[in-house]
């Protein structure tokens, strides 16, 4: 046996032998693994908390008063009844709502079907607000209502009462309607009905054969 085979020889008995270097490396391997898998598993177990925190922070309610916008739909829908039980759809190409404790809503490219007694009818604006709670649609501009018997009423800036059927001016107004072009202080429409009342500095250029 060569003289390096037996310098290996040596030193393997002497890390295999009792209280050897190996048995040292073990005692310290069973007094350390333990400790480092401590370490892992509180890393592990402490993470999701605090993710949470993080969350926890950005949702806080003193944050969320400061926040740009509450919540944006696109393409929103909204359903509801009357006062009479019948059903009415406002459909809107997006809804903007600033806060969930106020009910209202900025929606753009309104169209709103609602139902009367002779049929179908729709109500189409650019921009409104619409409070859920009362199912009323405030129209900044204009707003067409145009009926099933062809009945059209072209005016801007009011109020339409979705239970109520009516629609109201919040101002002065003029507009279109099959008996020619009005103005007045204010507004206000049975819509059913297609009765209009003109109040104050009340204004009506009637049109010949208008009314059929």
Same mark, same amino acid.
Do not use: C
């Given at each position: 046996?060569?003289?390096?085979?037996?310098?290996?020889?040596?030193?393997?008995?002497?890390?295999?032998?009792?209280?050897?270097?190996?048995?040292?490396?073990?005692?310290?391997?069973?007094?350390?693994?333990?400790?480092?898998?401590?370490?892992?598993?509180?890393?592990?177990?402490?993470?999701?908390?605090?993710?949470?925190?993080?969350?926890?922070?950005?949702?806080?309610?003193?944050?969320?008063?400061?926040?740009?916008?509450?919540?944006?739909?696109?393409?929103?829908?909204?359903? /509801? $009844?009357?006062?009479? &039980? %019948?059903?009415f759809i406002?459909?809107?190409?997006?809804? *903007?709502?600033?806060?969930? !404790? =106020?009910?209202?809503?900025?929606?753009?490219?309104?169209?709103?079907?609602?139902?009367?007694?002779?049929?179908?009818?729709?109500?189409?604006?650019?921009?409104?607000?619409?409070?859920?709670?009362?199912?009323?649609?405030?129209?900044?501009?204009?707003?067409?209502?145009?009926?099933?018997?062809?009945?059209?009423?072209?005016?801007?800036?009011?109020?339409?009462?979705?239970?109520?059927?009516?629609?109201?001016?919040?101002?002065?107004?003029? /507009? $279109?309607m099959p008996? &020619? %072009?009005?103005?007045?202080?204010?507004?206000?429409?049975? *819509?059913?009905?297609?009765? !209009? =009342?003109?109040?104050?500095?009340?204004?009506?250029?009637?049109?010949?054969?208008?009314?059929?």
């Amino acid at each position: 046996m060569s003289e390096l085979a037996e310098r290996e020889r040596v030193i393997k008995r002497g890390w295999a032998s009792p209280g050897g270097v190996h048995d040292h490396v073990i005692r310290l391997m069973k007094i350390a693994l333990p400790g480092a898998i401590g370490v892992v598993l509180a890393f592990l177990a402490f993470s999701p908390l605090e993710e949470k925190q993080e969350v926890s922070f950005l949702l806080d309610k003193n944050k969320v008063e400061h926040a740009e916008e509450r919540m944006r739909v696109e393409a929103a829908q909204y359903r /509801g $009844q009357d006062s009479r &039980g %019948r059903p009415f759809i406002l459909n809107a190409r997006s809804a *903007l709502q600033q806060s969930s !404790a =106020v009910p209202i809503v900025d929606i753009r490219d309104m169209t709103a079907q609602i139902l009367l007694d002779d049929g179908p009818a729709r109500l189409v604006a650019r921009e409104a607000r619409y409070d859920m709670e009362v199912d009323h649609v405030d129209v900044r501009g204009p707003i067409l209502f145009t009926a099933a018997d062809g009945y059209r009423l072209a005016t801007r800036d009011v109020t339409v009462d979705l239970r109520g059927r009516t629609l109201a001016s919040r101002g002065a107004v003029n /507009g $279109q309607m099959p008996l &020619g %072009r009005f103005s007045a202080d204010r507004l206000q429409v049975d *819509l059913p009905a297609r009765r !209009a =009342v003109l109040e104050g500095n009340a204004r009506l250029h009637i049109v010949q054969g208008g009314v059929g």
